[in-house]
């Protein structure tokens, strides 16, 4: 049985054939990004972008894919593709092992994306992704906060716009509103926050979040699965439309 024959019973070949053809690009490859790029890959997506800037540490071992006690203090792009290439070996990888700024968009925006998944957490840099995709008319969607979350059944695709009990889709509503921004696909939780148990504090002194697999894994699911869905549906509902073709 060929490697993506189940997958063709869902799709149908040419449907498929046109997943083959798409290039998505995924901005960071935490708790969330990893299970999303994973489940791309497994889908049958031809090229995929890379993007995070950091290594994997040991506190990253209870939900990310990339995250093994052998993997500790490698580059997680280079972690990622490799897992990627042994799942499928003729799947067009590109990394960029580097940190998401306004000031060098550009570099981040030399190929074509049929499709961007914003999975990162600095706020100045996740918005300043969004307007770029939406002025190069680039279909996004954006991972709202899953942290401090413990029911993954709570989590929901929905306009910014509709999002409400996350602290973090506030303030992006408030951040994009300056740039003409008020609708955009995202992930988010209507749980409500659950406060640590105890304190950890950053180096920085800042409190650190609590996170678990289950629930940043399956918002990486339903990413990967709103983004197939919409690469192989006619039509077209997403906030912007992009004709360009991928690049390889």
Do not use: W
Not at 54 to 72: G, I
Not at 115 to 124: A, E, R, S
Not at 159 to 186: F, N, S
């Amino acid at each position: 049985m060929e490697q993506f024959s189940r997958t063709r019973l869902i799709y149908g070949d040419k449907a498929f054939y046109e997943l083959q053809q798409k290039h998505i690009a995924i901005f960071g490859l935490g708790g969330v990004g990893s299970y999303a790029t994973e489940a791309l890959v497994r889908t049958g997506i031809g090229t995929i972008t890379l993007v995070d800037f950091d290594t994997v540490e040991k506190s990253n071992l209870n939900r990310q894919l990339p995250a093994l006690h052998s993997t500790l203090g490698q580059p997680k792009v280079e972690v990622v593709k490799k897992r990627l290439l042994d799942i499928n070996p003729n799947i067009k990888i590109h990394t960029l092992c580097k940190k998401y700024t306004p000031e060098e968009a550009d570099l981040f925006f030399e190929r074509n994306y049929d499709f961007v998944l914003d999975c990162i957490d600095m706020i100045p840099s996740k918005v300043d992704l969004i307007v770029q995709c939406v002025q190069r008319n680039i279909p996004i969607i954006s991972s709202m906060g899953t942290a401090n979350h413990k029911d993954p059944s709570k989590l929901q695709i929905s306009d910014l716009a509709k999002t409400h009990m996350c602290p973090l889709a506030k303030i992006m509503r408030k951040e994009l509103k300056q740039y003409g921004i008020k609708h955009l696909p995202v992930i988010f939780s209507t749980e409500e926050i659950c406060v640590p148990k105890q304190k950890l504090l950053s180096e920085s002194g800042k409190q650190i979040n609590g996170s678990l697999a289950f629930v940043t894994g399956t918002a990486g699911l339903l990413l990967s699965s709103y983004v197939i869905n919409k690469l192989t549906d006619n039509n077209e509902t997403s906030v912007t439309n992009h004709n360009n073709k991928s690049d390889t």
